[in-house]
């Protein structure tokens, strides 16, 4: 067992404080990865706060992972010492049923997450606010060199979560696509449904961040917070991605649907939404979700990102800071992405 720094969960209402663990043996297929970067994802917050219900403790969050191969077991072939790799959401799967079959791990009934979930040998799983991990090969992905490898890691959950609806509802040139809240999320889809070709709406509720949403490649913003955006928009979108952490009326963000349009969760509001039949009946609208995205979908998305020159907007924190950001990204107050510097652990 390997000695092993970071930063826990230790109850839903105390802060993150330093924690000590082991990460296990190599096994023949299994890579070891010193942690340079992790994304704070919003996703840690809900199961750190246990706002999903579930949550174990202690809990060292973190899914957006990126770092160089440290070591390697005796069998691995696809990755070798020093390369730039990344690790997301998920760390293994059982590989034998349909889902993993044909590419989509995050459907698996076994898949293993990379926090919060246990091993198949029932050992719990501990996420990337530390300085090593241990990953099976099969999970292990591959970070382009054209992406600064800080500015990589939000793309392993933000960056995938965005990329594999887009390209599941195939938006391309000539699409309108929304998005709903600019944070981490948001600001990905924005990135890569431009570079997809569409055009880009920004519904958010912060009306300061109109400049930010044009440079990050929208081709319109609007207020969610002026009514009249309702009017104005009603029919307007082929897609709607839908980023928001909060409950909000579903109704009106559907009545901006043209015919045929998907409104697509892929944010998780603690509680039910209500929806009324008439907001899907009318317009003959689908409300649809969509979770992370499989291990070779993930890989097309990183090598998506590095030739197109996609990366996440990030500000670097010390992981002494990690409460703080917490604070920060609930009151909306990041841009886009807090990635946290594993080098301070030390
Ligand atoms: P984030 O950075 O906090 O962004 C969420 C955005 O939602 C905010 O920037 C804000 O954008 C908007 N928002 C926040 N509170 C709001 C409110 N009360 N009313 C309206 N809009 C509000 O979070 P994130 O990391 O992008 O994650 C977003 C959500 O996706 C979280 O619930 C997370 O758990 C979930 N998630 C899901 C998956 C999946 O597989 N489906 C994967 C990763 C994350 P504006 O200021 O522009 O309005
Ligand atoms: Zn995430
Ligand atoms: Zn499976």
Not at 174 to 196: F, N, R
Not at 243 to 261: C, F, H, I, P, Q
Not at 334 to 342: L, T
């Given at each position: 067992?390997?000695?092993?720094?970071?930063?826990?969960?230790?109850?839903?209402?105390?802060?993150?404080?330093?924690?000590?663990?082991?990460?296990?043996?190599?096994?023949?297929?299994?890579?070891?990865?010193?942690?340079?970067?992790?994304?704070?994802?919003?996703?840690?917050?809900?199961?750190?706060?246990?706002?999903?219900?579930?949550?174990?403790?202690?809990?060292?969050?973190?899914?957006?992972?990126?770092?160089?191969?440290?070591?390697?077991?005796?069998?691995?072939?696809?990755?070798?010492?020093?390369?730039?790799?990344?690790?997301?959401?998920?760390?293994?799967?059982?590989?034998?049923?349909?889902?993993?079959?044909?590419?989509?791990?995050?459907?698996?009934?076994?898949?293993?997450?990379?926090?919060?979930?246990?091993?198949?040998?029932?050992?719990?799983?501990?996420?990337?606010?530390?300085?090593?991990?241990?990953?099976?090969?099969?999970?292990?992905?591959?970070?382009?060199?054209?992406?600064?490898?800080?500015?990589?890691?939000?793309?392993?959950?933000?960056?995938?979560?965005?990329?594999?609806p887009?390209?599941h509802w195939?938006?391309?040139?000539?699409?309108?696509?929304?998005?709903?809240?600019?944070?981490?999320?948001?600001?990905?889809?924005?990135?890569?449904?431009?570079?997809?070709?569409?055009?880009?709406?920004?519904?958010?509720?912060?009306?300061?961040?109109?400049?930010?949403?044009?440079?990050?490649?929208?081709?319109?913003?609007?207020?969610?917070?002026?009514?009249?955006?309702?009017?104005?928009?009603?029919?307007?979108?082929?897609l709607i991605l839908n980023?928001?952490?909060?409950?909000?009326?579903?109704?009106?963000?559907?009545?901006?649907?043209?015919?045929?349009?998907t409104m697509v969760l892929v944010?998780?509001?603690?509680?039910?939404?209500?929806?009324?039949?008439?907001?899907?009946?009318?317009?003959?609208?689908?409300?649809a979700g969509s979770?992370?995205?499989?291990?070779?979908?993930?890989?097309?998305?990183?090598?998506?990102?590095?030739?197109?020159?996609?990366?996440?907007?990030?500000?670097?924190?010390?992981?002494?800071?990690?409460?703080?950001?917490?604070?920060?990204?609930?009151?909306?107050?990041?841009?886009?992405?807090?990635?946290?510097?594993?080098?301070?652990?030390?």
């Open positions: 067992m390997t000695p092993t720094k970071g930063y826990a969960a230790t109850s839903p209402t105390t802060p993150l404080v330093p924690y000590s663990f082991t990460r296990r043996e190599l096994r023949p297929t299994d890579v070891a990865i010193d942690i340079l970067y992790c994304g704070v994802c919003h996703s840690d917050i809900h199961q750190a706060r246990d706002e999903w219900g579930g949550s174990e403790f202690p809990m060292v969050p973190g899914h957006e992972i990126v770092g160089v191969v440290k070591k390697v077991g005796a069998n691995v072939t696809k990755h070798k010492v020093g390369d730039k790799v990344g690790v997301g959401c998920l760390v293994d799967s059982c590989r034998e049923c349909r889902h993993c079959r044909e590419g989509f791990e995050q459907f698996c009934a076994g898949s293993v997450m990379t926090y919060n979930g246990k091993e198949k040998d029932g050992t719990p799983t501990q996420g990337g606010y530390s300085n090593q991990i241990v990953v099976e090969q099969d999970f292990v992905l591959r970070i382009p060199d054209a992406i600064p490898l800080e500015s990589a890691a939000p793309l392993l959950c933000a960056g995938i979560t965005t990329y594999s887009l390209r195939m938006v391309g040139e000539g699409e309108k696509v929304a998005v709903v809240g600019l944070g981490g999320l948001g600001h990905m889809a924005v990135k890569l449904a431009h570079a997809m070709g569409a055009e880009v709406t920004v519904l958010s509720h912060s009306p300061r961040k109109g400049d930010d949403a044009r440079r990050l490649g929208a081709d319109a913003f609007y207020s969610t917070v002026e009514e009249e955006t309702f009017s104005k928009l009603a029919g307007t979108f082929d980023t928001v952490s909060a409950e909000m009326d579903w109704n009106k963000y559907l009545r901006l649907l043209d015919r045929d349009g944010g998780v509001p603690t509680n039910p939404v209500p929806v009324h039949a008439f907001s899907v009946i009318g317009g003959r609208r689908s409300l979770p992370i995205g499989g291990i070779a979908e993930t890989q097309e998305m990183l090598d998506f990102c590095g030739e197109h020159g996609i990366s996440s907007d990030i500000e670097l924190v010390p992981i002494q800071k990690i409460n703080e950001a917490y604070e920060r990204v609930l009151k909306g107050d990041v841009k886009y992405r807090f990635v946290i510097d594993m080098k301070t652990l030390a």
